[in-house]
T-cell receptor, first 116, second 113 residues
């Protein structure tokens, strides 16, 4: 079974509007972390935001916020006031367990296009 | 600038040739990882290391070997390249603090012909 599912291969949003990128995850571990990364056309991976499984509040970083619904196992990224520079591929990722390996598992990504 | 440096950035290999990709980090991170990225498949973990002198297999380890002789360096080797290994390779490192995120290198685009 997929551990991270991103069901939107592509999304369009008008400049200055908000957009939500979906991410659902699957784990039986009570301790895990959820990450969002942005990959622009230049190819680098840019860390955006983190949510821990025990965090009581939804994470926010500037225009990025994470809508964390633990019971539904979803961790959607919300980008407010979209800008043309937000056009990129966005990846959701999970780090399971408190164990020593700490590797990230990625979803297949969502290509976001911001329209002027 | 502090971060993760990958070399080379681009490489074309012939089938059967070997090569080594170098990853260096200057953040004193314990953990290092090699991922490959193929179209429509996100990033998949090849091998990883939880500390100097240790390595382990990830999701797609076949055809690759790794070494971590020094804490700051993580090498990925292809002994006999195959066209199926055409991909973009990313190295990453992390500390114990999730909130700092995992830092990625800029990637190596490898083509095997």
């Amino acid at each position: 079974a997929q551990k991270i599912t991103q069901t939107q291969p592509g999304m369009f949003v008008q400049e200055k509007e908000a957009v939500t990128l979906d991410c659902t995850y699957d784990t039986s571990d009570p301790s895990y972390g959820l990450f969002w990364y942005k990959q622009p056309s230049s190819g680098e991976m840019i860390f955006l935001i983190y949510q821990g499984s025990y965090d009581q509040q939804n994470a926010t970083e500037g225009r990025y916020s994470l809508n964390f619904q633990k019971a539904r196992k979803s961790a959607n990224l919300v980008i407010s006031a979209s800008q043309l520079g937000d056009s990129a591929m966005y990846f959701c990722a999970m780090r399971e367990g408190p164990g020593s390996a700490r590797q990230l598992t990625f979803g297949s990504g969502t290509q976001l296009t911001v329209l002027p | 600038n502090a971060g993760v440096t990958q070399t080379p950035k681009f490489r074309v290999l012939k089938t059967g040739q070997s090569m080594t990709l170098l990853c260096a980090q200057d953040m004193n991170h314990e953990y290092m990882y090699w991922y490959r990225q193929d179209p429509g498949m996100g990033l998949r973990l090849i091998h990883y290391s939880v500390g100097e002198g240790t390595t382990a297999k990830g999701e797609v380890p076949d055809g690759y070997n790794v070494s971590r002789l020094k804490k700051q360096n993580f090498l990925l080797g292809l002994e006999s390249a195959a066209p199926s290994q055409t991909s973009v390779y990313f190295c990453a490192s992390s500390s114990h603090r999730d909130r700092d995120g995992y830092t990625f290198g800029s990637g190596t685009r490898l083509t095997v012909v």
